[in-house]
């Protein structure tokens, strides 16, 4: 049992025009095995607290804390985070030209459990998966993202997370630019790794409709940097009906 | 040999100059004396390391002496028949296609007696690729060269030229790609650090005929290896890619040429380079040109640079020409910058330390060229040589923000 905790957390950038604060306090608990979305407007927020997460340099923080287990997670480098367990499904994932899917998926596997996996059962594990996720065994010889379609990139991205077994997992917009088909492989897989592991999950979304698929024990409505509201799954649905307006006219 | 060309009215006479616009219309000469020692701000010169260069630069018999500056290790050749019989100034092919465009290259024409002559036979396969094994051996020491690589009609094969040990070395490499053939040629610089190359490399692609033609440069203090190409049959096709890997005080330069002349024409230029060290240098001034007559053209060029650290420059000159308005499609671009901070992240965020992850950004970039190789034994050495790079510059700090 892993908690993630984020207290009164306080991010800016820095834009042309100076620093620029996104995230005005934030406080969020994530155990084991639980599902949090994280829902909200655009330029709200969310992404911003999914790299700050991660650890991405652009964001500053400003104040508050974030730790695993006790352990200061804002100390940590980029690696040392994800070696840590934490892993962020990402919106935009990059292209590495010339580095090869199984090449990186085993140099990652490496990193994270300290040594190189056992070559036979490795190659079972990466085909076994996927195939879970209907992606041809050709996929692991193109380079990283290159050339990938939107659906593509988001089935690598939840391919690393079923390999990397992290303890808690961000995942960013993993439903937009999917069709039908995809947001519901996608879930099965998000779905599958938590049964399997216990995962903890940070859905960050913009819409509900892959609340259909992975179920929220948490919905926390983002508005202006800052959590305007929380419930369990009906608060969910009850955005689906009115959208965000309510929380932009109250201007919280 | 007497010059077969006229030389340009502007050479020959002191006080006029005359800016030249067209990459096709630089002045030609097999007369050193017709170039007159460059004094650095010739548009061919401007970036390079004349310095170092200048023993390239004297007209004077290099082949005296009983041991030669650069053995030829041409067994393989041989064994596959591919060897004609040495050719002098006179003898066909020699000078079918080559002229001379700036001195060093007119006196490697004067002072190579008898040129290499390399000949794929028409209509035969060569199913494996063949290297020829140049050493110099010493940093001392001069030689001149030129080599005549013919490939008949029909014919299919790989040749590699190798370069290693130590030389001054002026080198004209004549390559004729005849109707439907299909060459590939690499030349790999895997010099020592002291030695100086100066290549100029013309090749001509017949009817129907494909050259891909590869620069593999990281070792040599100065290399500048300059090649051009010219679609000048029916459909020719050409690809023309380098790599190279420049350290502290090494200048690598390549001035690429390629010419569409010919209609529905296809052309492809990608040079990548890495960089890293105090005073690493890379030039790269690629010019495309698709002629008045070169319709249905598909042409693209491209050099990308990343710069590993802080001192280390790359000037990048794209030119693209167009002579007629019927194109299939025509595009060049440069990109010369640092590491990839969303590359870094991504790879860390997979639990990747950073200086691994750098690793695999540089190495992935790089072999993008590598693959296009396809010699085993080239492609291993190559793969080799860029982790003993890497491991060199692993000391050094990542270049910074500003740096690129």
Same mark, same amino acid.
């Given at each position: 049992?892993?908690?993630l905790?984020?207290?009164?957390?306080?991010?800016? !950038?820095?834009?042309?025009?100076?620093?620029?604060?996104?995230?005005?306090?934030?406080?969020?608990?994530?155990n084991?095995?639980?599902?949090?979305?994280?829902?909200?407007?655009?330029?709200?927020?969310?992404?911003?607290?999914?790299y700050?997460?991660?650890g991405h340099?652009r964001?500053?923080?400003d104040?508050?804390?974030?730790t695993?287990?006790?352990?200061?997670?804002?100390e940590?480098?980029?690696?040392?985070?994800?070696?840590?367990?934490?892993?962020?499904?990402?919106?935009?994932?990059?292209?590495?030209?010339?580095?090869?899917?199984?090449?990186?998926?085993?140099?990652a596997?490496?990193?994270?459990?300290?040594?190189?996996?056992?070559?036979?059962?490795w !190659?079972?594990?990466?085909?076994?998966?996927?195939?879970?996720?209907?992606?041809?065994?050709?996929?692991?010889?193109?380079?990283?993202?290159?050339?990938?379609?939107?659906? *593509?990139?988001?089935?690598?991205? !939840?391919?690393?997370?079923?390999?990397?077994?992290?303890?808690?997992?961000?995942?960013?917009?993993?439903?937009?630019?999917?069709?039908?088909?995809?947001?519901?492989?996608?879930? *099965?897989?998000?779905n599958? !790794?938590?049964?399997?592991?216990?995962?903890?999950?940070?859905?960050?979304t913009?819409?509900?409709?892959?609340l259909?698929?992975?179920?929220?024990?948490?919905?926390h409505?983002?508005?202006?940097g800052?959590?305007?509201?929380?419930?369990?799954?009906?608060?969910a649905?009850?955005?689906?009906?009115e959208?965000?307006d309510?929380?932009?006219?109250?201007?919280? | 040999?007497?010059?077969?060309?006229t030389?340009p009215?502007?050479?020959?006479?002191?006080?006029r100059?005359?800016?030249?616009?067209?990459?096709s219309?630089?002045?030609?000469?097999?007369?050193?004396?017709?170039?007159?020692?460059?004094?650095?701000?010739?548009?061919?010169?401007? &970036?390079?390391?004349?310095?170092?260069?200048a023993?390239?630069?004297?007209?004077?018999?290099t082949?005296?002496?009983?041991e030669?500056?650069?053995?030829?290790?041409?067994?393989? &050749?041989?064994?596959?028949?591919?060897?004609?019989?040495?050719?002098?100034?006179?003898?066909?092919?020699?000078?079918?296609?080559?002229?001379?465009e700036?001195?060093?290259s007119?006196?490697?024409?004067k002072?190579?007696?008898?040129?290499?002559?390399?000949?794929?036979?028409?209509?035969?396969?060569?199913?494996?690729?063949v290297?020829?094994?140049?050493?110099?051996?010493?940093? /001392?020491?001069?030689a001149?060269?030129?080599?005549?690589?013919e490939?008949?009609?029909?014919?299919?094969?790989?040749i590699?030229? #190798? #370069?290693?040990?130590?030389?001054?070395?002026?080198?004209?490499?004549e390559?004729?790609?005849?109707?439907?053939?299909r060459?590939?040629?690499?030349s790999v610089?895997?010099?020592?650090?002291?030695?100086v190359?100066?290549?100029?490399?013309?090749?001509?692609?017949?009817?129907?005929?494909?050259?891909?033609?590869?620069?593999?440069?990281?070792?040599g203090?100065?290399?500048?290896?300059?090649?051009s190409?010219r679609?000048?049959?029916h459909r020719?096709?050409?690809?023309?890619?380098?790599?190279?890997?420049?350290d502290?005080?090494? #200048?690598?330069?390549?001035?690429?040429?390629?010419?569409?002349e +010919?209609?529905?024409?296809?052309?492809?230029? &990608?040079?990548? +380079?890495?960089?890293?060290?105090?005073?690493?240098r890379?030039?790269?001034?690629?010019?495309?040109?698709?002629?008045?007559?070169?319709?249905?053209?598909?042409?693209?060029?491209?050099n990308?640079?990343l710069?590993?650290?802080?001192g280390?420059?790359?000037?990048?000159?794209?030119? &693209?020409?167009?002579?007629?308005?019927?194109?299939?499609?025509?595009? #060049?671009?440069?990109?010369?910058?640092?590491?990839?901070d969303?590359?870094?992240?991504y790879?860390?965020s997979? +639990?990747?330390?950073?200086? /691994?992850a750098?690793?695999?950004?540089?190495?992935?970039?790089l072999?993008?060229?590598?693959?296009?190789?396809?010699?085993?034994?080239?492609?291993?050495r190559?793969a080799?040589?860029?982790?003993?790079?890497?491991?060199?510059?692993? +000391?050094l700090?990542?270049?910074?923000?500003?740096?690129?």
């Open positions: 049992m892993s908690v905790d984020i207290k009164d957390l306080r991010v800016s !950038i820095e834009t042309e025009q100076g620093s620029k604060e996104i995230l005005r306090g934030v406080d969020l608990t994530i084991s095995d639980e599902i949090h979305a994280i829902m909200g407007p655009n330029g709200s927020g969310k992404s911003t607290l999914a700050t997460l991660a340099p964001y500053t923080v104040g508050g804390s974030i695993l287990d006790g352990e200061d997670v804002l940590m480098s980029v690696d040392e985070r994800a070696r840590a367990g934490l892993f962020l499904a990402m919106q935009y994932p990059v292209e590495i030209p010339g580095v090869t899917v199984s090449n990186f998926l085993r140099t596997k490496t990193a994270i459990s300290g040594e190189a996996p056992r070559v036979r059962e !190659i079972g594990d990466v085909r076994g998966a996927m195939e879970k996720l209907r992606m041809d065994p050709s996929f692991g010889e193109r380079n990283v993202n290159e050339g990938f379609s939107g659906g *593509e990139k988001k089935r690598h991205e !939840i391919l690393q997370m079923e390999l990397l077994r992290p303890r808690f997992a961000v995942l960013d917009e993993t439903d937009s630019g999917l069709d039908v088909d995809a947001l519901r492989i996608v879930s *099965e897989g998000v599958r !790794i938590k049964g399997e592991t216990g995962l903890g999950v940070l859905l960050i913009h819409y509900t409709r892959i259909r698929y992975i179920q929220p024990d948490h919905v409505v983002f508005v202006n800052r959590i305007a509201e929380q419930g369990g799954r009906e608060l649905d009850r955005l689906e009906e959208g965000y309510r929380y932009l006219k109250a201007g919280v | 040999m007497t010059a077969t060309e030389t009215a502007h050479l020959a006479t002191e006080d100059f005359v800016p030249i616009q067209t990459r219309e630089r002045p030609t000469s097999f007369d050193p004396a017709d170039f007159g020692t460059p004094t650095g701000r010739e548009v061919n010169w401007r &970036l390079s390391d004349l310095k170092r260069l023993p390239l630069l004297v007209d004077e018999e082949e005296t002496g009983a030669p500056a650069i053995e030829y290790g041409l067994a393989e &050749l041989e064994a596959a028949g591919l060897l004609v019989e040495s050719t002098g100034h006179d003898a066909a092919p020699r000078g079918e296609v080559f002229r001379p700036d001195v060093v007119a006196i490697a024409w002072r190579c007696e008898n040129a290499l002559h390399i000949r794929l036979p028409e209509g035969q396969v060569q199913e494996q690729p290297i020829a094994r140049l050493h110099g051996t010493g940093a /001392e020491r001069r001149n060269a030129h080599i005549v690589v490939a008949m009609p029909g014919s299919v094969g790989t590699v030229l #190798h #370069h290693s040990g130590s030389a001054r070395y002026a080198q004209n490499l390559i004729i790609v005849r109707e439907g053939a060459l590939t040629l690499v610089q895997d010099w020592q650090d002291d030695a190359h100066a290549s100029a490399h013309q090749a001509v692609v017949g009817d129907g005929a494909y050259l891909k033609h590869m620069v593999v440069s990281f070792g203090g100065v290399v500048r290896v300059n090649p190409m679609l000048a049959g020719a096709e050409g690809e023309m890619f380098g790599l190279s890997f420049s502290s005080g090494q #200048h690598i330069e390549s001035q690429v040429f390629m010419f569409h +010919g209609v529905e024409t296809r052309g492809d230029v &990608l040079y990548k +380079g890495a960089l890293q060290g105090e005073g690493a890379s030039v790269w001034i690629g010019d495309v040109l698709i002629g008045q007559d070169a319709t249905g053209t598909d042409s693209y060029e491209k990308q640079n710069v590993l650290t802080d280390a420059r790359a000037d990048s000159i794209p030119n &693209l020409e167009i002579k007629t308005g019927d194109i299939a499609g025509a595009g #060049h671009a440069s990109a010369t910058g640092r590491f990839d969303e590359q870094l992240f790879l860390q997979r +639990g990747i330390e950073e200086e /691994e750098r690793r695999l950004v540089v190495i992935g970039f072999m993008e060229i590598v693959q296009k190789i396809g010699v085993p034994e080239i492609e291993e190559l080799e040589a860029i982790e003993e790079e890497l491991r060199r510059g692993a +000391g700090a990542p270049a910074s923000k500003a740096g690129a």
